[in-house]
């Protein structure tokens, strides 16, 4: 009989009921007395906080540094690019009083910072010299969404956004690329998602972009979670800015600028494409807590084998949990399934009496006799660490293959589109069959997909010469 937990509904009966009590239970967030703003609690946090440790990291391989921009912005500022203002408006918090007082001119609390950045890039670059300009920044920003879940959709969102500027086009095109597949080998390694990587169509690419990329995951459930976009602006924004800069020719020219982000919403990812019914379940490689030694009693014997596993575990820079309540062994079981450590071990003095440990993956629920010495354990805990990550990835791969489909005709558009997945169809790119689709079939476009974009067929919608592939699917 398949194990349960009373606290969690299954997600094959409430996937959205099922999402909330994972959350929930695992201790990540708490809702707050501010509609649409969560608090992370401080499990949610540090998972939060290995993807910064790690991206931060590849930012600045990639030769990125980071600085902090003002929350607030000015009306007449964010009311320079046009477009962009369109985009945003619908989603915008407005600051008119400061005190009791009101202000001469109204500001927003940024949704996302492009003007901001640029009003700072006029002042500061002249000359070719000054170019690249590589900002990457960490930061809240806030966007007053009407339908709100934790993780997924906040009005107030943790996120990074990097902006760049660069001399050429070719060298800015090569930066939105770049960071593209930055967020793509970090969804893969680390978070263990078989993403697909596109190019957003005009129609959902971001406002005041040129081009728009994006990473796409999805979800047990079979709906889209957009996981990270990298932008191109061409010279829209420094047009609408006034940035110029000399070139080597000595004349005056607008530089080219990027944009790319990518949010807590990968939290809510990581619960939707890996958990179970039992409760969280984590990439080893993100995991906050790698190892939860979970004591059977209080003996000598098995205080020491926990010392001395604390002692090899801090060697080995593995993060470990011990569980010392005077909890039941089932019920600190249940706890370490709940929380999603990649391993606990149980430590018996039966068990040790018989020179052996019980380690169980939490992926596959798979108990593993080892014996208790401690440079063995030590080895097996790495070498399952390494399998469960490989695990995951190739059962969100085999999940999300299972979800794929090809329609070539809009009949077999018409069957593939009440089920959970995405459809890979061929489209003419006239933004009105995207209309269609949605109204139709509530499905939205989602992605051309980079390693194979060019369609020879006919639009599967409209009949028309296809231009390129084009995915659809739902999303969160």
Not at 16 to 27: Q, R, V
Not at 63 to 76: A, D, K
Not at 145 to 159: D, H, N, Q, V
Not at 184 to 200: C, N
């Amino acid at each position: 009989m398949e194990k349960t937990n009373k606290n969690i509904t299954s997600r094959d009966v409430d996937f959205a009921k099922w999402y909330n009590d994972i959350i929930s239970e695992a201790d990540l967030v708490d809702y707050s007395s501010v509609k649409g703003s969560m608090i992370i609690r401080p499990y949610g946090y540090a998972i939060w906080e290995n993807m910064v440790a790690v991206l931060d990291k590849m930012f600045k391989e990639t030769g990125h540094v980071n600085v902090q921009m003002p929350m607030f912005i000015p009306e007449s500022l964010f009311n320079i690019e046009k477009e962009h203002v369109e985009g945003f408006a619908p989603e915008v918090a407005w600051v008119t009083h400061g005190g009791s007082e009101k202000l001469e001119e109204r500001m927003l609390v940024r949704p996302t910072s492009e003007v901001l950045f640029c009003d700072h890039y006029k002042k500061i670059i002249k000359s070719y010299r000054d170019l690249p300009l590589l900002y990457n920044q960490w930061c809240t920003i806030v966007r007053w969404e009407k339908t709100t879940r934790p993780f997924l959709r906040s009005r107030e969102i943790l996120w990074q956004e990097g902006h760049t500027m660069h001399a050429t086009e070719q060298e800015a095109r090569e930066e939105t690329l770049r960071m593209l597949k930055v967020y793509e080998k970090f969804q893969r390694e680390y978070l263990a998602l078989p993403v697909i990587v596109g190019k957003k169509t005009d129609k959902e690419k971001f406002a005041g972009a040129e081009e728009t990329y994006t990473i796409e995951a999805m979800m047990y459930d079979g709906v889209a979670l957009q996981n990270g976009t990298s932008h191109y602006f061409g010279q829209g924004f420094a047009k609408a800015f006034d940035i110029k800069f000399l070139n080597k020719e000595n004349i005056w020219e607008y530089p080219y600028q990027t944009s790319w982000g990518c949010t807590t919403r990968m939290i809510g990812g990581l619960i939707m494409a890996h958990s179970d019914d039992l409760g969280l379940i984590l990439p080893p490689n993100i995991a906050p807590i790698k190892v939860a030694l979970i004591p059977i009693g209080n003996s000598d014997l098995v205080s020491e084998c926990i010392q001395n596993l604390e002692e090899s575990l801090k060697k080995e820079n593995i993060t470990y949990y011990i569980d010392r309540s005077d909890k039941s062994p089932g019920f600190k079981f249940a706890e370490a399934e709940v929380k999603g450590y990649p391993i606990r071990i149980e430590i018996g003095e039966r068990d040790l009496k018989e020179k052996k440990v019980t380690l169980v993956r939490r992926d596959t629920l798979e108990k593993i006799i080892v014996s208790d010495n401690i440079g063995q354990v030590i080895t097996e805990i790495k070498k399952e660490l390494k399998e469960m990550q490989n695990n995951l990835y190739q059962r969100a791969e085999k999940r999300r293959n299972s979800m794929l489909y090809n329609a070539d005709t809009l009949e077999e558009f018409k069957n593939y589109a009440p089920k959970p997945g995405f459809i890979l169809t061929s489209w003419c790119g006239n933004p009105e069959c995207e209309n269609h689709v949605k109204e139709q079939f509530g499905l939205k476009s989602r992605c051309i997909p980079l390693d194979d974009q060019i369609s020879d067929k006919l639009c599967t919608i409209c009949g028309k010469p296809g231009k390129y592939k084009l995915y659809y699917g739902k999303q969160y």
